[in-house]
């Protein structure tokens, strides 16, 4: 009975609309917007959200659907956002993110493994097993403020001052 309650709890707070469930900080979208590159969103983070990978579905496949991320529909024959449906998956995707901050980034922590720092659940699945992995480093650059012209780092739980 216990295991059955703390599901129903994590279902709960996954349901409730990112006002309620997200730090404060996290619905500060005007702020994170402001600090994050638009740029680097476009053609660094929404190639991730597209992307096949073995044992997991594309982001996209229920971030289109009916997720609290909801990224736009791309349009029919589209292989990628235009610009301004870029534009609006930018300010969805924003409101999951802390600037400068990777492991308070919902963006960040939801699809990483629970050993690697992630949270516990993440309906589709658990795309990275550490916090080393390409894709996962892309992100973080990201959240840490860099640019689209910028040099990834690597970083290690932190942004680097």
């Known amino acids: 009975m216990p295991v059955a309650l703390l599901l129903f709890l994590v279902a709960a707070l996954l349901a409730l609309p990112p006002s ?10 005007t702020t ?11 053609t660094r983070i929404q190639p991730i959200f597209l992307a096949k990978r073995d044992g997991n579905s594309r982001c996209s496949s229920c971030h289109m659907k009916g997720t609290p ?3 736009q529909e791309l349009s029919p024959g589209a292989t990628t956002w235009n610009e301004q449906q870029s534009r609006q998956n ?5 409101t999951r993110v802390v ?12 699809p990483l493994a629970a050993e690697a720092g992630g949270t ?3 309906s589709g699945g658990k795309h990275w097993k550490s ?3 390409p894709e996962w480093q892309t992100l973080a650059n ?20």
């Open 69 to 71: 991320m909801r990224l």
């Open 20 to 29: 309620v469930a997200a730090p404060a900080a996290q619905t500060a979208g």
């Open 120 to 122: 516990f659940y993440h």
């Open 142 to 161: 990201w959240v840490c403020g860099h640019k689209s012209t910028d040099k990834m780092v690597q970083l290690t739980g932190a942004c680097e001052e």
């Open 90 to 94: 930018f300010q969805v995707v924003a």
């Open 131 to 133: 916090i080393l992995e």
């Open 32 to 42: 994170a917007t402001s600090l994050l590159d638009f740029e680097y969103f476009r």
């Open 99 to 110: 600037p400068r901050n990777l492991l308070q980034s919902r963006l960040l922590v939801h």
